[in-house]
Every structure is written in C-alpha cells, then in structure tokens.
C-alpha cells in the first residue's frame, strides 16, 4: 500500500546532521516556549500559545514520522 515510501531510502540532511536531529531539537525548544507561555512567564496573546501548540503538532508528526520510518523500515542517513 505505501510501497512509494520504502523507495525514498534517504533523510536528507542540514549542516551534517539529519534533519530530525534538528527537528528533535526544535520540538525541545518549541515545547519550552509553550511552557513559558502557558504559565505567564512570557506574556504574549493567547494567540501565540495556540498556533505554538499547532506547530508543534506539525512538527512532531513530521519528526515521528521520519524516526518510524527509519527504525521500522530501514531508511538511512545521507552522508
């Protein structure tokens, strides 16, 4: 059923380093700022907080995905 999946084998990366260590890396950053936001130490609308939480749902979909597919199903790392 996904079989075109299996064929894109390559995570491509940044700097060096595969683009869901650094989508692991925003997620972390992008969680803190929630936090921040949620408990008024930065006082921003609540406008703010909420396209955060869809970011960040984006963003985690798109990073688990990347990890599923490279444990489960043997995608690898460009060089």
Not at 22 to 51: D, N, S
């Amino acid at each position: 059923m996904l079989d075109f999946l299996v064929s894109a084998t390559t995570v491509p990366a940044i700097g060096g380093k595969p683009i869901n260590i650094w989508g692991g890396m925003l997620l972390g950053a992008l969680v803190v700022l929630q936090v921040l936001l949620g408990t008024k130490v930065l006082k921003l609308p609540f406008r703010v907080h909420r396209i955060n939480g869809f970011v960040i749902l984006l963003f985690a979909l798109v990073h688990g995905f990347l990890g599923y597919m490279v444990w489960f199903h043997g995608w690898t790392y460009a060089s």
